[in-house]
Structure formats: structure tokens, C-alpha cells
């Protein structure tokens, strides 16, 4: 996941996430969990370099990615004021995949 110069140990878990998500466990912990988990991962200190993606327990995926929101748009998708599908029609939320 991280640039060949920049190998993080998180790298190996991410593999094995991949892989766990692609057994019939996969269906049980979709079922439990339902969310997606964005991680910002960096190799020395918080706010530099950082690799994100995303690790989606709707659909048991793990990939590389990002959601961009305003501050207040964030907040009216996380109080259930916006739903999420309209915000990202209407440009309130970007996800970027790389």
C-alpha cells in the first residue's frame, strides 16, 4: 500500500485483512460491524507522509482511499441530518481513490 521507498509494518496487516475479508468470516463481521474505518497511517509522525485507506466492513474490502468533507458537512452526515448518497451528488463529499 505504501510507496515502495516508504514500506510500513502496517503494510503486511493490511494483506492479511484483505485476504481474512475474502473468506465466509468476511459475511460475519459485515454483519456485526457495518462501518467503514478511514486510517491515516504514518511511517514516523502523525500529519506527514501519511497513506490512507479505507477499510469498508459494508462491503469487506480494504483499500486504498480517501473522504474529504467540510467540517460542517461531516457533521450533518454523522448526525443523520445528511444523507451521505445526497451530500456526495451534491459535491459535500469527494472520496478520492488511488
Known amino acids: 500500500m505504501a510507496d515502495s521507498d516508504q514500506q510500513l509494518k502496517f503494510d503486511a496487516l493490511l494483506e492479511q485483512m484483505k485476504t481474512h475479508l475474502t473468506t465466509d468470516v468476511d459475511k460475519e463481521i459485515t454483519k456485526k460491524v457495518g462501518l467503514v474505518y478511514q486510517l491515516h497511517i504514518a511511517p514516523k509522525k502523525i500529519g506527514f507522509n501519511e ?42 463529499m469527494k472520496i478520492k481513490a488511488t
Do not use: H, W, Y
Open 51 to 92: 497513506v490512507i485507506c479505507m477499510v469498508d466492513l459494508k462491503k469487506g474490502e480494504v483499500k486504498n482511499g480517501a473522504f474529504s468533507f467540510k467540517d460542517e458537512d461531516f457533521l450533518k452526515i454523522a448526525t443523520g441530518k445528511m444523507n451521505p448518497q445526497i451530500a456526495f451528488m451534491r459535491g459535500a
